[in-house]
């Protein structure tokens, strides 16, 4: 069983940055591959970026890419979201997954998922 826990989340002006933490309980948490998703009101959840157990693999949608990074320290148990350059149309509640799946793109591949965090972009 894991738990995941987002913070860092907030209300940030076009332009900004945000670094959003996921902590993640549990002695496994090295063996599972990470994402993030997103979701917008009135919108299905979207996958944002992903990366496998050891952060040697990663991916992000084309929506973010170049933007958004990426990273994990499996000694804090931590996974994470540098988000630069924020756009309004990132606003939404961003939710952290893992996977027991060595790689997951999809939100049906996700076994546990946080409770979510709001990131709020002004124009």
């Known amino acids: 069983q894991v738990q995941l826990v987002e913070s860092g989340g907030g209300l940030v002006q076009a332009g900004g940055s945000l670094r959003l933490s996921c902590q993640a309980s549990g002695r496994t948490f090295s063996s599972y591959a990470m994402g993030w998703f997103r979701q917008a009101p009135e919108k299905e959840r979207e996958f944002v970026t992903a990366?496998?157990?050891?952060?040697?693999?990663?991916h992000y949608a084309d929506s973010v890419k170049g933007r958004f990074t990426i990273s994990r320290d499996n000694a804090k148990n931590t996974v994470y979201l540098q988000m630069n350059s924020l756009k309004p149309e990132d606003t939404a509640v961003y939710y952290c997954a893992a996977s027991i799946m060595y790689w997951a793109t999809r939100p049906g591949e996700y076994d546990y998922w946080g409770q979510g965090t709001q990131v709020t972009v002004s124009s």
């Open positions: 990366l496998n157990w050891s952060g040697g693999r990663t």
